[in-house]
């Protein structure tokens, strides 16, 4: 439609009717007639406003989708289509590995592609906007929601969540039904939630916020996403979704976004709970001073902006956020068809291969002492919590159905003749495990999270495998079997005291509906690992937060001075993880050669090229993960003694060599000042490559003049 019309519709709505547009509802408001109960009794709501929402959150099917449409069309008087949402974070029916997951294929193309594919089967569904990507900027893994995260670096994570606005949005939604608008979420500042609490009090520096959490949010931005959501938590001592000065000031003018922004799930009323609101009144005039468009799931607007409007005479402010949801139904092209995507044909064959190779980028070999791959003619015996299971869909993933996903079982069977199962009862009888020990050539042990274990609301304190599952492994230890741990959670555990119990461990995270035939296939050496961690395992919950992006301090601990006691460590454990941020092995063996470098010198508006030779010096094809790491020697404000600058995949055959290429532009060098500006400081830089944020492999130095 074009804009002229879209403001005449805008200027002929009533001031109920424009509030009506920043509400919204679940789906079971809908549907009644007469007598009026359940949440509309509760919210008080009259069936006229019932008529003037805008928007309807966490609708399942298609038919529901275009029931409520058609009803609201014939009761509301301007007829304006509703806006349907709902969370498809990692998947509608066809679950992909979860976003944590998927960050260690450091593959941005195959993030874009399944963030379209979740996009076609939501579309088809009648979905209009996904809540997802989540950008949150994290490190550490006690918090649950790091599942949805991609992972501990910046960089990454910015490039990651660009695919996925690129993947959901595609390039024009009107005309292309089958995509479906992202929501960048929450800003900001959520995953710094203290001790790892969901829902708790943050506080970090503007530097902090600007160098680590703004940049994802921008590059969603960049890509045009068109809502971002408020996170729950407050910052500084104000709550986000009510903070004007934060919301403006950062989000809508330093990041430029003048999209739909919409508040977390009921946290305008929330302000109420955080006591820097006094009633519904008070936190809706917040949330709506803070350019909130939509308030999510509570009645604070409903009941309360048409009041707040005329008293503080915010006619203009409301038609913003009114036209800023208006142009959103128009960007999608709801007003030309209100049941936009229902009749996207889904092909769900392709989506499933696309689901497998989520999964086979996604799982990560932390240990191998040559072990694995599985031969099909050993006897293998599976056992732990995690063998038969379907749990392997992960949080996000309720219209997913776990029968329909491959148990680790399930794949196994298929690959593995000889393969014998015991049940997690079977295998606390000694006698019965001791046995099937015997006859075994090698076993799998799978154990871990359920899905309710990680995720929102699934903050854990502690982060080691059970009681449970230390006894199995220790039992397995010490009959020396030759034993595969494989470990499926939503973030990184602490392995520390059984990491050396076992001859491999691969971290098998939340998969998807493919999880049992990619495991099988990469257990087997049918398939090879790629996966690299996008976020450290920490030695001890003790070191979290932690980031292999430690800042310089005024008392390294070095090489030299371990023995030394005013320096900056622990009395009782390593600084470092046991598994850093981009390791990951493979069943291929690589080798690298020196940097070399196009000149020594380059000013700020030039690009430096860096090559490097890379040889696969094994029998066997695989995926290498060159990782280009730097330092800036001297900085204005601290920064990290070691920053992941870019990566490339690269396949190579056996014994295959190939010379591969890094364009460095000094402007990526940029770092955030005091001052709140990112610039390039001129002096000198160090330059690693790596295989992972431990294991440097070569080293280069050049300056900025
Ligand atoms: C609360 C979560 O924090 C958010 O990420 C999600 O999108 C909303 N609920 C909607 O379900």
């Keep these: 439609m074009e804009t002229n019309k879209l403001k005449e519709i805008l200027a002929t709505l009533t001031v109920a009717e424009k509030v009506g547009q920043l509400a919204q509802v679940t789906p079971d408001f809908f549907g009644k007639s007469g007598e009026i109960t359940g949440p509309m009794a509760q919210w008080s709501m009259s069936e006229e406003q019932l008529y003037q929402i805008g928007s309807v959150l966490g609708t399942h099917r298609a038919e529901e989708v275009q029931k409520i449409q058609t009803e609201y069309l014939a009761h509301s008087r301007h007829k304006i289509p509703l806006l349907f949402m709902a969370d498809v974070i990692h998947g509608y029916e066809t679950i992909f590995p979860i976003p944590l997951a998927m960050a260690a294929s450091f593959d941005p193309l195959l993030i874009e592609k399944t963030a379209a594919a979740a996009a076609t089967e939501a579309a088809a569904e009648g979905i209009h906007v996904t809540f997802s990507p989540m950008a949150d900027y994290v490190k550490d893994p006690r918090w649950g929601r790091v599942l949805e995260s991609n992972g501990e670096d910046p960089r990454l994570s910015k490039v990651l969540t660009e695919s996925y606005v690129k993947g959901y949005q595609g390039t024009d939604l009107a005309k292309n039904p089958q995509h479906v608008a992202a929501c960048v979420k929450h800003f900001i500042g959520y995953g710094a939630a203290e001790g790892g609490r ?94 909130v468009d939509i308030d999510m799931m509570t009645d604070s607007y409903l009941q309360e902006l048409a009041k707040i409007v005329a008293e503080e005479d915010a006619l203009a402010q409301l038609d913003e956020a009114v036209w800023r949801v208006l142009k959103l139904k128009n960007d999608l092209g709801l007003f030309e068809n209100p049941y936009r995507g229902m009749d996207t044909k889904v092909d769900t064959t392709s989506l499933k291969q696309l689901s497998y190779q989520a999964a086979i980028q996604s799982a990560v070999l932390l240990k191998n002492e040559q072990v694995l791959p599985l031969k ?40 593995f003749p000889q393969l014998e199962v015991l049940t997690v009862e079977e295998a606390s009888d000694r006698s019965l495990i001791s046995t099937a020990l015997q006859k075994a050539d090698k076993v799998v042990i799978a154990v871990g999270e359920t899905s309710e274990e990680a995720g929102e609301a699934a903050s854990r304190a502690d982060l080691h495998l059970t009681d449970s599952e230390k006894e199995l492994i220790e039992v397995i230890h010490q009959q020396k079997a030759a034993a595969i741990l494989v470990t499926f959670s939503g973030r990184p555990l602490i392995l520390t005291d ?13 998969l998807g509906t493919e999880t049992g035939s990619a495991l ?72 690298f050669s020196q940097l070399t470098l196009s000149q020594q010198q380059l000013t700020e508006g030039q ?6 030779t890379v040889t696969n010096t094994s029998q066997t094809a695989g995926f290498v993960l060159p990782q280009l790491y730097f330092q800036d020697e001297v900085t204005e404000v601290i920064r990290p003694k070691l920053e992941l600058l870019k990566w490339q995949q690269v396949f190579l055959a056996a014994g295959e060599a190939t010379t591969i290429t890094f364009e460095i532009a000094a402007t990526e060098l940029a770092y955030v000042h005091a ?27 050049f300056e900025i003049v």
């Design 607 to 612: 690009t430096l090229t860096v090559q490097v």
């Design 498 to 510: 059984v990491a050396d119990k076992v001859a491999a461990i691969i971290t098998a995270w939340f």
């Design 376 to 415: 099909t003619t050993e006897n293998i015996l599976l056992v732990g919590s995690k063998a038969v299971t379907k749990d392997v869909l992960g949080a996000w993933s309720w219209i997913g159905d776990p029968e329909k996903a491959t148990s680790l079982a399930d794949g196994m069977s298929t690959r």
């Design 198 to 291: 969901d829902y708790n009090t943050v506080d970090i520096s503007d530097v902090e916020m600007y160098q680590n959490y703004l940049p994802a949010f921008q590059g969603a931005i960049d890509q045009d996403v068109k809502l971002v959501m408020t996170s729950f938590n407050s910052l500084r001592g104000i709550p986000v979704t009510g903070n004007k000065e934060l919301v403006t000031t950062v989000l809508r003018q330093h990041l430029d976004f003048d999209g739909v922004l919409i508040s977390d799930w009921a946290a305008v009323a929330e302000l109420i709970n955080h006591r820097v609101a006094a009633d519904r009144k008070e936190a809706a005039a917040k949330a709506f001073k803070a350019t």
């Design 675 to 701: 001052d709140l500006h990112r610039r390039t400081d001129p002096g000198r830089f160090r330059l690693f490559l790596a295989k992972s944020a431990r294991e440097l492999v070569a080293e280069s130095v």
């Design 520 to 591: 099988a296939a990469l257990l087997s050496g049918a398939e090879n690992f790629s996966g690299h961690l996008p976020m450290s395992f920490p030695r001890s919950v003790g070191q979290l937060p932690y980031s292999y992006q430690e800042m310089s301090t005024g008392r390294p601990q070095t090489q030299a001075n371990q023995q030394e006691k005013y320096t900056s460590r622990y009395l009782d454990e390593e600084n470092g993880p046991l598994y850093p941020f981009g390791h990951g092995l493979s069943y291929s063996e690589f080798s």
